[in-house]
């Protein structure tokens, strides 16, 4: 079964995303930011999600996760939870 593992930052607004992700395509530290803006309590390790199979995260962030390049922070992805960038650390298929 294909497995991935993925960081991520949630915020509540698109144009909040949009401005830290143009931060961190500047060089900021994705790690960095995560912890400071995230709303997700993965935002104390950086965003770190660990790794999950399909089926495991909501649906609008698993056709991302398994189906974006990897280690380019993609986003803003709406979910029910707001929005996030998302980085995809890894993947297998």
Request: charged residues 25%.
């Given at each position: ?35 400071e ?32 390049d ?15 960038l ?8």
């Open positions: 079964m294909a497995k991935a593992s993925a960081r991520h930052i949630l915020v509540q607004t698109e144009e909040q995303c949009e401005a830290l992700k143009k931060e961190i395509e500047a060089g900021a530290d994705f790690a960095a930011i995560a912890k803006h995230s709303d997700c309590p993965s935002g104390e390790r950086g965003g770190e999600l660990g790794e999950f199979s399909p089926g495991q995260m909501v649906k609008e962030f698993d056709e991302v996760v398994f189906s974006g990897l280690n380019t922070v993609l986003g803003p992805v709406k979910t029910q939870f707001g929005y996030h998302l980085e995809i650390t890894s993947r297998n298929d």
